[in-house]
């Protein structure tokens, strides 16, 4: 196990450090000037030159690719250009709420999901298989954005039970004054990843059931949660990847929810980096995100091979 490990760690490092390549060169070669939310529109050519110097935008492509990549390294992401302050600190304030944000959301998703799977995957071709298939396909379909703004109007406008926008008073606290704030995002990023855990797993215990070593375990006189124990142990290497890729997604495709609810957490960052055309910010942002998914999907080939010796051996 400790060689597997070992060998998925040196394959990480090339991968990380093309994302960090991409990273760079996706912000670079993007229109517009980085500087223009800090110089005034009547600044002279000499000043642009000194801001562009003191920011290392004067240099080549490559070197500041150099300069980036070994100061990120060892922790500074360089500093803001709108607000001045450290992008490392303003990235990992927001990480935090969005892995709370992402982690509530998954837990309701891949909760649901598995229950609606194993559920329709047991009764398939019944109307309770129908009825979760119309449910998985709306959520897969359904845009969240839109949802979020449906759960807004309805539970916040016309019911007042929850609040639209925030994240509470103060710094996060586990208490129902914050908690309340994080419930309706929480709900609509669920959505996406209930619909495709459910088909995922639906698929594959109808696929399970259907074999012949589930045949031979029922005629040996095991009782269906016994038999279940199988069918989930069988199915978990797959539904692991899935959950972990959802997982990923979550962290970094929360961009539109976050901006809906004006939770302050990675997407909101982004977005406001993106308008305000802050490198530093935008790479340093990107860079985070792109690295919980690396490692995240390291994590997932690990308990995949824990789970299934298969993988290991392969």
Known sequence: ?????????????????????????????????????????DASAQLA??????YGFDRPLPVQFGIWLWKAVHGDLGTSIASGRSVAEEVFRAVGNTLRLAFLAAFLGFAFGALFGFTAGYFRDSW??????????????????????????????????????????????????????????????????????????????????????????????????????????NAAPTTIAIMGLQLGYLLGGSILIEFVFSWPGTGFLLNSAIFQR??????????????FFVFLNLIVDVLQAAIDPRIKRG
């Open 128 to 233: 309770i298989d129908r009825v979760v298939t119309i449910i998985s396909i709306a959520g897969v379909s359904m845009p969240h954005y839109w949802l979020g703004m449906v759960l807004v109007i309805v539970f916040s406008v016309q019911l007042g039970w929850l609040p639209a926008v925030g994240a509470g008073p103060g710094g996060w606290a586990w208490d129902w004054d914050h908690f309340q704030h994080i419930i309706l995002p929480a709900v609509t990023m669920s959505v996406i990843p209930m619909g495709i855990v459910t088909r995922t797993i639906r698929a594959l215990v109808g696929d399970l059931l259907s074999q012949e070593f589930v045949l031979a375990l029922r005629a040996k006189g095991l009782n269906e949660l016994r038999v279940f124990k199988h069918v989930a142990k």
């Open 278 to 291: 802050d490198l530093p910010l935008l790479q340093g942002t990107i860079l985070v995100l792109a690295m």
């Open 49 to 54: 030159e000194q801001m562009k110097r003191a």
């Open 1 to 41: 196990m400790l060689a597997f490990i070992a060998k998925r760690l040196l394959l990480v490092l090339p991968v990380v450090f093309a994302v960090a390549l991409v990273c760079f060169m996706l912000v670079h070669i993007a229109p517009g000037d980085p500087l223009v939310s800090v110089l005034p529109p």
